[in-house]
């Protein structure tokens, strides 16, 4: 693995942070195949078939983590690397300072805070170990869950884009973008009496 997702082992009070491998498709494909998680997710494949060709593919598992809780495969990760916006004469500078993140999880360990925890782990990993500068994701306004997860870590809603992204089903909704910096991240991780 070439991306910043094969450095990724991390642990949790209650979870294990691994990146995938081939051998997770079933286990994800499990809560994957579910109505209730792929009406949001970007790709929805039709068998296991389909999505273990799409793990296999290396750009899909190098960005990739999966999640782990008491030995089960409870979600996965996304973490893709991107380079910020630049002018020419800076565009150097701008490569590779921020992260894309995401996520998927098992219904059936929904409200648990597990999600919580996986994603501000990741996005932690991101600012300390990576030393990314910025860290971003976004989602259908419509799915709820997912933008309360991102406002729970510290994320702040940067953008409401009206009717800019099409659903495979309900058509044309409006989608959210969030943001975290590095200093606000360090601002709200940083111990109590200390500069």
Same mark, same amino acid.
């Given at each position: ?7 990724v ?5 209650r979870?294990?942070?691994r ?7 079933? +286990?994800?494909w499990a ?6 998680v ?21 750009f899909r ?25 630049a ?16 996520? +998927? ?9 597990l ?15 990576l030393?990314l500068r910025r ?5 259908f ?8 997860l ?18 495979r089903?309900?058509?044309?909704l409006?989608s959210? +973008?969030?943001?975290l ?12 009496g200390?500069?």
């Amino acid at each position: 693995m070439s991306d910043a997702a094969a450095r990724v082992h991390l642990r949790t009070p209650r979870t294990t942070i691994r990146p995938a491998t081939l051998a997770d498709a079933e +286990a994800t494909w499990a809560y994957r195949r579910l109505p209730q998680v792929y009406e949001w997710l970007t790709f929805a494949p039709v068998s296991l078939e389909q999505w273990s060709a799409l793990l296999a593919e290396p750009f899909r598992r190098e960005r990739t983590l999966v999640v782990e809780h008491d030995g089960a495969v409870v979600g996965d990760l996304y973490l893709h690397l991107q380079d910020a916006w630049a002018q020419a004469e800076v565009l150097a500078s701008a490569a590779r300072t921020q992260a894309e993140i995401g996520w +998927a999880i098992d219904p059936s360990y929904g409200g648990r805070g597990l999600a919580t925890e996986a994603v501000d782990a990741l996005v932690a990993f991101c600012f300390t170990d990576l030393g990314l500068r910025r860290v971003v994701a976004q989602c259908f306004a419509d799915n709820e869950p997912s933008w309360r997860l991102m406002e729970r870590i510290g994320m702040r809603r940067e953008s409401h884009a009206l009717a800019e992204s099409l659903h495979r089903s309900a058509g044309w909704l409006d989608s959210y +973008a969030y943001g975290l910096l590095a200093e606000e991240w360090r601002a709200r991780h940083q111990p109590a009496g200390r500069d």
